[in-house]
């Protein structure tokens, strides 16, 4: 009897495979480490090689606490979006090293297009807009700079795909497929186009014939091929890490939301099945596509985060352990008027200013470890109010925000999230909603359960909430530091 799903959770700094029992108990679970590669000041790489013998050890060391690839009954996959990786259909192997979707490379073209006033046509199509985090302008740099891409577009064996495409064609041997949640991060897809669109691959330099299918995220994607783990396993589930999350906190409704505080912090609201439009610089994006029918968020994608956290950790040795940040946070009454602006990345959403910097304001001989911890994690209120004004103003006001991710298991961040933001909190007890959102994918699609509801009402687990308790004084100084900072970014 098959009574395990396996997800394949490949997120920017990690890549994991997690067994999970069909309640959603997860049982066991094997992670790897992924080299970050900083060619040059804003790029970033990954080399996709490294991504898919990893995530296949990961798998390999997993199986067998399953009791075996039988016990099994699906597979679901998760991935950091954006990021892309070119390969060559007959060998199988990269032309060169994925580009993730951190990196800033393509700026120039992206001003190239804006200037020639492509992004209000490119917003209403694609919900995206004209910014290198987005995978089409990745694609054509590779084009333009990489001689092994352009030979191996001429010859027609070019396969461009994000991760859960490049992981899909290698788990099966050869299907060139991608989930309708990572197509239409891509700048290539229109919300309301069912494949890839002939007009915007023009408009980007990229081959349509390049690109994959786009398939639905949950039901009978896929198999793996058999000499991988000794039986053909179905891929059940398919989505982008943040399109996971959203399912995984159960946000099925329009209105219900999720913030996820990864890497970067991405905010995103269920909109129903209506093709979403943000007039406040927000994204328009597939939530989830079952049986060719499509469900929209509007989303909110933030740069840093958990790397902010990281930073202070490996660069500036203020914290051993990320944890600590906690503790120093709760150590002093408040950050001593020091503010971060976290632009490590540029800023992204509601600003999009690519050629923002960092920013410390406020020091004193008085600011310490403490008030910079306190200060860091400050900032992850700050910048999701930001979020929370542009949400509101495009009528999508958050009743109560779901939050997940790494530093989400930080309780002190948690709490000022709900006095910064002045709405309740909602933390499940097990945050690894991303892996969980894909697990409930594969269930559903192996119809181990009726519906995406149905899973998530046997998988969910408990949830703490927090209330918001600030005086409103105190969160107008807070936001008022915040704009003064954000304004010198
Ligand atoms: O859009 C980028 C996002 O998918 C990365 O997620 O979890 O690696 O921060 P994460």
Redesign the pocket.
């Known amino acids: 009897m098959a009574d395990y799903i396996l997800v394949l959770d490949e ?3 990690s890549t994991r495979a997690m067994l999970f029992a069909i309640d959603g108990v997860l049982v066991a679970s094997a992670q790897q480490e992924l080299t970050q590669h900083y060619p040059q000041s804003g790029w970033v790489e990954h080399d996709a090689s490294e991504i898919w013998n990893k995530t296949l050890q990961c798998a390999l060391d997993v199986i067998p606490k399953a009791g075996g690839a039988a016990a099994i009954a699906a597979i679901g996959i998760t ?5 892309v990786i070119a390969w060559d259909k007959s060998s199988g192997e990269p032309l060169t090293r994925a580009i993730v ?2 990196d800033r490379r393509t700026e120039p073209f992206c001003m190239e297009l804006r200037d020639g006033g492509h992004e209000k046509s490119v917003q209403s199509r694609t919900g995206l807009l004209l910014d290198p ?1 987005f995978s089409g302008t990745k694609m054509r740099w590779m084009l333009d700079n990489v001689p092994e891409v352009r030979a191996a577009s001429d010859k027609g064996s070019l396969a461009f795909g994000t991760v859960e495409s490049w992981l899909t064609f290698k788990l099966t041997g050869g299907l060139h497929v991608t989930d309708a949640s990572n197509a239409s ?1 891509t700048l290539l897809l229109e919300l309301a186009g069912k494949q890839f669109d002939e007009g915007l691959c023009d408009l980007f330099g990229v081959p349509r014939a390049a690109l994959a299918e786009v398939s639905d995220m949950s039901g009978p994607l896929a198999e793996t091929d058999p000499a991988l783990f000794g039986r053909a396993i179905p891929i059940a589930g398919m989505a ?3 399109q996971s ?1 959203t399912i995984g906190q159960a946000c099925l409704l329009p209105g219900e939301t999720k913030a ?1 505080y ?3 912090a ?1 905010v995103l609201t269920n909109q129903g099945t209506s093709i979403p439009h943000s007039d406040n610089r927000l994204l328009g994006t597939v939530l989830f596509q079952i049986d060719g029918k499509r469900t929209y968020a509007i989303e909110g ?1 933030v740069f840093v ?3 902010l956290v990281q930073w202070l950790r490996d660069s500036l040795g203020i914290v051993e352990v990320a944890s600590q940040t906690e503790e120093l946070a709760r150590s002093i009454p408040d950050s001593g008027g020091v503010t971060i602006v976290p632009a490590l990345a540029g800023l992204g959403a509601p600003h999009w200013r690519a050629e923002a910097r960092g920013v410390i304001s406020g020091l004193s001989f008085a600011s310490g470890k403490p008030q910079l911890a306190r200060a860091a994690l400050e900032a992850m209120a700050h910048q999701t109010s930001d979020l929370a004004k542009a949400f509101a103003a495009d009528g999508t006001a958050w009743e109560t925000l779901r939050i997940d ?1 790494g530093m989400a298991a930080n309780t002190w961040m948690a709490q000022d999230l709900a006095n910064v933001l002045n709405i309740t909190v909602e933390r499940p007890d097990f945050i690894e909603t ?1 892996a969980l959102g894909a697990a409930m994918l594969a269930a559903a699609g192996a119809d181990l359960y009726s519906g995406l509801q149905e899973a998530a009402d046997a998988m969910r687990g408990k949830l703490t909430r927090f209330e918001p308790d600030m005086d409103e004084e105190v969160r107008a100084a807070r936001l008022a530091n915040w704009e003064k900072a954000l304004a010198t970014a």
């Open positions: 997120g920017t700094t991935n950091q979006r954006e990021t979707w951190q985090y991060r982008g890490d943040q999350a996820t990864g890497t970067g991405f994608s985060a958990g790397s991710g991303t």
